[in-house]
């Protein structure tokens, strides 16, 4: 299991640079939440943060306040089930691996489909 590691810092060390990259995110996702599409309280979420302080607009998708926090929490306790006691670990379903980052760490999401929504590069996938 790959861990998403926290952010590094609690200020951005490019402030200026954030501002725009964050804005064209915004923008790249028409300025709705990529889960349900939303247009209120938005944040832009960082994937991953291999380029911190170097963000490229790959690295955040766009995600209303209540999906920042289920994918931020979601990912806590990824972190914690990876460092704690393996043997305290509690079985789960099986996922099918994303066909766009071969990872499976995911949600389901919770319309009739059936999707999954990815953890890592956040799409949803069968």
Same mark, same amino acid.
């Given at each position: 299991?790959?861990?998403?590691?926290?952010?590094?810092d609690?200020?951005?060390p490019d402030?200026e640079?954030?501002?725009v990259?964050?804005k064209?995110?915004?923008? %790249?996702?028409?300025?709705k939440c990529?889960?349900?599409?939303? +247009? =209120?309280? !938005?944040?832009?979420?960082h &994937?991953?943060?291999?380029?911190?302080?170097?963000?490229?607009l790959q690295?955040?998708t766009?995600?209303?306040?209540?999906?920042?926090?289920m994918?931020?929490?979601?990912? %806590?306790?990824?972190r914690?089930?990876?460092?704690s006691?393996p +043997? =305290?670990r !509690?079985?789960?379903?099986? &996922?099918p691996?994303c066909a766009?980052c071969n990872?499976?760490?995911?949600?389901?999401?919770?319309?009739e489909?059936?999707?999954y929504?990815?953890l890592?590069?956040?799409?949803?996938?069968?």
């Amino acid at each position: 299991m790959r861990c998403i590691p926290t952010r590094p810092d609690k200020n951005h060390p490019d402030e200026e640079h954030w501002q725009v990259v964050r804005k064209a995110a915004l923008a %790249r996702d028409g300025r709705k939440c990529r889960i349900c599409g939303s +247009s =209120k309280a !938005l944040n832009v979420h960082h &994937i991953h943060y291999e380029n911190w302080g170097k963000e490229k607009l790959q690295d955040l998708t766009t995600l209303c306040r209540e999906h920042h926090k289920m994918i931020t929490l979601k990912n %806590r306790e990824l972190r914690k089930r990876k460092f704690s006691n393996p +043997s =305290k670990r !509690l079985p789960h379903k099986e &996922i099918p691996k994303c066909a766009k980052c071969n990872q499976n760490e995911a949600i389901e999401s919770q319309d009739e489909d059936g999707d999954y929504y990815c953890l890592y590069c956040h799409e949803f996938y069968k």
